[in-house]
């Protein structure tokens, strides 16, 4: 029997598939949520409530075959419900309790700027002063890492919440920019697949709660789609200027630079017009890495090249940790060296360089999600590495596509040039008549 | 020779080249070291101690990092370091570090270190001395 289903219905059916696929994951939520009701405390009670509630609706609305038409209020729904939950988690669980030594190195760090000090000159576990203190990152020689390793713009982040006397374990400004990514990868998907936003958010880690328990990646995740959302529209400068805001919080971005530099020159007619796109690029990609980092870069070259390089030449330094090939030396199974680790880091960066200069490098949107490949192979790879490419990943499908829906305002300024185009050639027409 | 050939080409040689090196660049890490852990106490459903006996048959002397991991690899943290003498056995009873606080309920791991060289002993919550 040969199903013939036309592309309109198969739209439909998609997005009721994908209702049905966020409704499993609110189940899941929600099921969790249960596991935690405690009956001196009413707040996971009723988020069980509103969880299996609203996973209901909106399975309601796909199996009614309406997604396609409301996908875009279950998505918005969703983030309002994200919201809300990690408003009653800042409520209930505000602290100084620390998930991982990123977020405490990035407190600590903070407080040591607005005090006028270098963080990158400090050993933090020295200026330690709250009560809860995270799992450290374990060195091969025994100790724990100390420093600051990251860029300056991680940690500047923090600085208002140090300012403002925010909870000191960062987890507002964490869920404000998860929210805010959550806002702009929601807005930009047409209907039919917005919920698909949340899936990347939520599927295969919440991302916003590992972002308030101490997981900081959204905080570069978020500038990198911005960077994607202007390099879609050919605005170059301001694609620029978000990947170096982007590669100004953490290493990972580093790896998209040279494919952006292929991209840049084949797209141009000629040679020198593409290093002149470089050129630019470089500029303004430059200012925006180099406006939080400089300072710290000439007061203690060597303390922020150490810090910041810590992750990245962290082969045979410290722990090899991950998902990746690294599994193959911690578990002891087939143990390779250090620098095996530099020489697949290394090579496989040049194999995704020449692959892509053969074959993909008319697109650009999506080499934002190259980062996740290359440390596949690193000492290493950390979950959370691969968690964040899925937000990535989807709003590079949508620039694949085409698919992105610029929004209401946009929608409104066309509709009414398009509305003043036609007034005109129909008053023209009347006027021919 | 068109693209694809070009791509197939560069693929077969990173795949084997990579391959290659994991051949020389595979490190022998097993510490030629026996561990075993003979108590396990346990207080406030949290591992407090762990005493292991560690047998250093070589003619050298070791220094060794002791590290705990809970199932969940994020949870690694050091504890001390132990210097085991040529060729004897020694006893050590571990405390818990302040930074780490171990759920008895988890299958956890202490792994001695001695730079690159390692050896892993896995214990189980139905070894512990103490009930959970």
Not at chain 1, 352 to 367: C, K, P, Q
Request: glycine content about 8%; some cysteine; charged content about 10%.
């Amino acid at each position: 029997v040969k199903i013939d289903i036309s592309g309109d219905s198969l739209n439909d059916l998609s997005a009721n598939l994908w209702a049905g696929v966020l409704a499993a994951l609110l189940f899941q939520v929600g099921f969790r949520v249960w596991m935690a009701i405690d009956p001196a405390n009413w707040l996971p009670a009723i988020g069980t409530v509103v969880l299996y509630g609203l996973a209901l609706v909106v399975l309601l609305i796909g199996v009614t075959g309406q997604a396609n038409a409301h996908g875009k209020k279950i998505a918005w729904i969703g983030i309002f419900v994200l919201g809300v939950g990690a408003a009653v988690l800042l409520f209930t669980k505000v602290g100084s309790s620390f998930g991982t030594d990123a977020a405490l190195f990035n407190r600590l760090s903070a407080e040591l700027v607005v005090e006028g000090r270098n963080p990158y000159t400090a050993n933090l576990y020295e200026q330690h002063h709250y009560a809860s203190t995270p799992f450290p990152t374990p060195k091969i020689d025994g100790g724990v890492v100390s420093s600051l390793s990251y860029p300056a713009g991680s940690m500047l982040l923090f600085v208002p919440s140090v300012l403002l006397g925010g909870p000191p374990n960062g987890m507002i400004t964490m869920a404000v920019v998860t929210l805010l990514a959550g806002v702009v990868l929601v807005h930009d998907s047409p209907a039919a697949v917005a919920p698909v936003a949340l899936i990347a958010l939520l599927a295969a880690g919440n991302m916003l709660f590992a972002g308030i328990g101490g997981i900081l990646d959204t905080l570069w995740a978020f500038p990198l789609i911005l960077s994607m959302r202007a390099w879609r529209r050919d605005a170059l400068c301001r694609a620029a200027l978000w990947l170096g805001v982007a590669g100004a919080i953490k290493q990972t971005v580093w790896f998209v630079a040279p494919f952006l530099a292929i991209w840049l020159l084949q797209r141009a007619p000629t040679v020198r017009g593409g290093l002149q796109d470089i050129r630019q690029v470089s500029i303004y990609g430059g200012i925006a890495f180099l406006v939080p980092n400089l300072p710290f870069m000439l007061d203690a070259p060597q303390a922020w090249l150490t810090g910041t390089f810590t992750p990245l030449g962290g082969h045979g330094t410290l722990n090899p940790l991950g998902r990746g090939l690294s599994v193959l030396t911690w578990t002891g199974i087939y143990p390779l060296s250090p620098q095996w680790y530099t020489l697949a880091l290394g090579s496989t960066l040049l194999l995704g360089l020449a692959l892509y200069a053969l074959y993909w490098s008319e697109e650009t949107a999506w080499v934002a999600w190259i980062a996740g490949v290359v440390l596949f192979v690193h000492w290493r790879s950390l979950n959370s590495y691969f968690i964040t490419l899925l937000p990535i990943a989807y709003y590079a499908m949508l620039c694949q596509a085409d698919a992105i829906d610029y929004g209401y305002g946009r929608r409104a300024i066309r509709y009414w040039r398009e509305k003043g185009t036609v007034d005109t050639a129909q008053a023209d027409d009347r006027s021919h008549a | 020779m068109n693209k694809h050939h070009l791509a197939v080409g560069l693929i077969l040689v990173w795949v084997l080249g990579l391959s290659g090196s994991a051949v020389m660049m595979h490190e022998d890490t097993k510490l030629d070291a026996t561990a075993t852990v003979t108590n396990v106490n346990v207080e406030d459903e949290h591992v407090q101690t762990v005493t292991v006996s560690i047998e250093n048959p070589s003619s050298d002397p070791l220094s060794l990092t002791a590290q705990f991991w809970r199932d969940d690899q994020f949870s690694q943290a050091n504890w001390a370091v132990v210097d085991v003498p040529a060729q004897t056995t020694r006893t050590v009873t571990l405390k818990r570090p302040n930074r780490i606080t171990v759920p008895c309920e988890k299958t956890t791991q202490l792994q001695l270190i001695d730079g690159a060289k390692r050896t892993t002993v896995v214990f189980t919550p139905s070894n512990y001395t103490t009930a959970c």
